[in-house]
């Protein structure tokens, strides 16, 4: 089964990365800098993210070991055109979908252009969720979606479902 067939499930919704499968995304608005994002995404698997490290390590000019010692300051002095480059292609190739939206209310496509535009708190949050150094927020909606998942899985009859619809009515 390839990941355009499998189903989308709720970030969390699996104690384990499955290659392929992609899982639904929310970052929670922060009032006065972002709205909230929904997104559909493919987490990194151990390779990507170690790949990504590497990467970081060479933009910091430190060890991958070093990373995690790095002081805000240490931070501060990397190129930061670099770092945001290196995120943007991180979301190009996990990221299938959002509703990031214009001006007029129309759903943006997933461009490393656009990403690049992204607030710098929403560009972080994004490559931490899909890099598992964060979790998702949990969305609103996915109660309804991880009920559907687990009917679709044969984890509830339909008879169960409809039950579950009924008592939150």
Excluded at 11 to 36: F, K, R, S
Aim: a negative charge; charged letters at 30%.
């Amino acid at each position: 089964m390839s990941g355009e067939d499998k189903p989308s499930l709720p970030a969390g919704t699996l104690g384990y990365v499955d290659d392929g499968y992609n899982e639904d995304g929310y970052i929670e608005a922060v009032a006065g800098m972002y709205p909230a994002l929904r997104f559909k995404f493919r987490r990194m698997v151990d390779s990507e993210r170690e790949a990504h490290q590497r990467e970081l390590a060479k933009i910091a000019g430190v060890s991958v070991r070093q990373l995690g010692n790095l002081s805000q300051a240490d931070v501060r002095r990397m190129n930061p055109s670099a770092v945001r480059k290196l995120g943007c292609q991180t979301i190009v190739g996990h990221v299938s979908s959002w509703d990031l939206r214009d001006a007029n209310g129309c759903i943006l496509p997933v461009t490393s252009e656009l990403a690049w535009k992204l607030k710098d708190d929403l560009l972080g949050n994004l490559v931490a969720i899909v890099g598992s150094l964060r979790a998702s927020d949990v969305d609103p909606e996915w109660d309804d979606k991880a009920d559907e998942a687990r009917a679709a899985s044969g984890e509830l009859s339909p008879g169960e479902l409809e039950e579950i619809r009924a008592k939150n009515l």
